[in-house]
C-alpha cells in the first residue's frame, strides 16, 4: 500500500477520530478559549479606560498646581516687591532723621563752641589783665592799685586788636 493508495480502514478510522477531536474542540475547547480572550479583551480595554481617565485626571491635577504655582510666584514677587519699597522708605526716613539729628547736634556743638569761646576769652582776657598789671607794678617799682583804670586800657588795647583782626 504506499502514501497513493491508503488502506480504506485506517483512512476511515482516521477521518472519525479526527472529527471526533474537531468536535469536542469546536464545542468545549473553543468557547472555553473564546471567552477566556474576550474576558483579557475587556480587562484590558476596561484597564485602558481606567488609564485614561487616571491621565486626564493627573493632567488636571497637574493645571491646577502649575496656576496655584504661578499665582505662588506672582504673590512672592509682590511680597518682595512691597518689602523693596518698604526697605527704601524705611531707609530713607533712618537716614532724614540721621540727618535732622546731626544738624542738631551741629547746631548745639556750635552753640557750645561759641559759649566756651565767649568764657574763654573773657577769662583770658581777666588773665591778661592781671599780668599786665602786675607786670606794670614791677616795671614801675610799685604795685597798681587802679584797677579800674587798668581794665579801661586793656580793654581799649583788645578792641583795637579785635578790629585789626577784622579789618
Not at 547736634?105 to 565767649?118: F, I, N, P, Y
Not at 568764657?119 to 610799685?142: N, Q
Amino acid at each position: 500500500m504506499g502514501p497513493l493508495k491508503p488502506n480504506l480502514i485506517e483512512l476511515i478510522v482516521g477521518l472519525i477520530t479526527f472529527s471526533v477531536v474537531f468536535a469536542a474542540l469546536a464545542k468545549v475547547l473553543l468557547p472555553r478559549i473564546n471567552k477566556t480572550l474576550a474576558e483579557r479583551e475587556e480587562a484590558t480595554t476596561g484597564r485602558l479606560e481606567e488609564a485614561e481617565t487616571v491621565q486626564r485626571e493627573a493632567q488636571r491635577v497637574r493645571t491646577e498646581y502649575q496656576a496655584e504655582l504661578s499665582a505662588a510666584r506672582h504673590e512672592a514677587s509682590q511680597i518682595r516687591q512691597a518689602a523693596h519699597e518698604e526697605g527704601i522708605a524705611l531707609l530713607a526716613a533712618v537716614r532724614s532723621e540721621g540727618q535732622r539729628v546731626r544738624e542738631e547736634m551741629v547746631a548745639a556743638a556750635t552753640v557750645q563752641l561759641e559759649a566756651d569761646r565767649v568764657i574763654a576769652e573773657a577769662e583770658l582776657r581777666e588773665h591778661v589783665l592781671g599780668l599786665a598789671t602786675e607786670l606794670a607794678g614791677r616795671i614801675i617799682g610799685e604795685p597798681l592799685s587802679d584797677v579800674e583804670r587798668a581794665r579801661a586800657v586793656a580793654d581799649a588795647f583788645f578792641a583795637a586788636a579785635e578790629a585789626d583782626a577784622k579789618g
